[in-house]
């Protein structure tokens, strides 16, 4: 593994801001400072043809405004948390309302910060770590907040994502990340030919908001059914509802009804390029999300994506967890160092042979 750190950019106050480019024998990567974001996956597919196969951005300029949040790390709260509001420790926190019926991805995310960083190899292994200090009362959160984001680059064509965080006050911390997947390439159209399954048999339904109700709900026969392999354009023909208003793929599956459980979360194949994915989190949720409002965006090398041109798969708490009785907390406590961690492990379909 071979790491080549290089500027990218100059923020508005002259600060100097870099890029990572990770290159191996059978996977290379990308990463900026900004929104400590996955810019670029190359994987080979079935010919030989290496494949970018995530959505992105090219310039520094780009990912300042990357409302889309390709490939970038979103905090402190991930999702939706309904009204802007929540209560702890019986003081009322006020967010901003950037969606109707509350707030999505704290308003003012980290995919629009510029993180500090550092890269080195170990054992045949690339680490990109970046890190972040949120202060007290930043986007209405309390607590004087610490994270780490590191990024391990391997050889059998893996990169796991480690955070980790802490606090010198209660506050609420559910990270993610936001890239978009199609194996076929970023720029090859949509996405709903690939197949995908999900562990799970269970979503927490939302309501015409797209707001958690609260409840859990079984998955069978349904257009959100993903327990086997199926192609994603073949489950839209099922309903939608009741367990959302929306047709269209943006919801919480239920993985595991406590944290720190390590599993397979989630597969991801094209009989296309016979490139696939294994999704592997010690988180209890994960966010399955088709890029529906990409649709028209101009992105990396000046392509125009479709509509639903890549799979998200956001590995978190679940959404409005902090307003939800009964739904695992996404609390931290103060001086509590917790660190969770999610794997992308691509593979050939040709025998599914992984690395």
Same mark, same amino acid.
């Given at each position: 593994m ?13 600060k100097?801001?870099?890029k990572?480019i990770?290159k ?23 010919d030989g043809?290496?494949?970018?196969v995530v959505?992105g951005?090219d ?6 405004k990357?409302?889309p949040?390709f490939g ?12 802007a509001?929540f209560?702890?420790n ?10 109707m019926g ?8 980290y995919h ?7 890269? =080195?190899? $170990?054992?045949?292994? #690339?680490?990109?770590?970046f *890190?972040?200090? !949120?202060p007290? %009362?930043d986007?209405g ?23 980790s965080?802490i606090?010198d006050s ?8 936001h ?18 399954m ?8 939302v ?9 859990i ?16 354009a ?9 367990y ?6 943006d ?5 595991s009804?406590? =944290?720190? $459980?390590?599993?397979l #979360?989630?597969?991801l194949? *094209?009989?296309? !390029?016979?490139? %696939? ?6 988180m ?5 999300y088709t890029g529906?409002?990409?649709?028209g ?5 000046n ?6 041109p ?14 939800i009785?009964?739904?695992l ?17 691509f ?9």
């Open positions: 071979n790491i080549e750190k290089e500027l990218f950019g100059k923020s508005e106050d002259g100097e801001i870099y990572y990770v191996g024998e059978n996977i290379s990567a990308s990463f900026c400072e900004t929104g400590a974001a996955i810019m670029s996956i190359f994987i080979k597919d079935k043809e290496t494949k970018d959505l951005l310039t520094y300029e780009q990912y300042r990357n409302w949040s970038a790390v979103i905090g402190r709260c991930a999702n939706r948390i309904s009204g509001t209560t702890l019986n003081t009322t926190y006020k967010l901003k309302k950037n969606i509350g707030c999505l991805h704290s308003g003012f995310s629009y910060r510029d993180f500090e960083s550092e890269g =080195f190899t $170990e054992d045949d292994a #690339a680490h990109i770590i *890190s972040l200090e !949120s007290d %009362g986007q959160f309390p607590g004087n907040l610490k994270v780490k984001v590191e990024y391990v680059v391997k050889e059998d064509k893996s990169i796991t994502i480690k955070y965080y606090s209660d506050t609420v911390v559910n990270m993610t990340n890239c978009y997947f199609n194996l076929d390439g970023h720029n090859s159209g949509s996405v709903l030919n690939h197949k995908v999900i562990n799970s048999d269970e979503v927490t339904q309501d015409r908001k797209l707001m958690p109700t609260g409840k709900m079984k998955v069978d026969g349904s257009a959100y059914d993903f327990q086997k392999l199926t192609k994603i073949d489950n839209m023909n099922k309903p939608f509802k009741p959302s208003y929306e047709k269209a793929y919801i919480n599956y239920v993985l009804d406590h =944290f720190g $459980e390590y599993k #979360a989630a597969k194949e *094209s009989e296309k !390029s016979e490139i %696939g994915m294994n999704v592997y989190t010690n209890p949720g994960m966010q399955f529906n409002a990409v649709k965006f101009k992105a990396k090398g392509v125009e994506y479709t509509a639903n890549g799979v998200c798969f956001e590995t978190q708490f679940y959404p409005d967890a902090i307003n009785e009964g739904f907390s996404p609390v931290v406590k103060a001086g509590v160092l917790m660190s969770t961690e999610t794997k992308f492990e593979y050939d379909l040709r025998g599914k042979d992984i690395g």
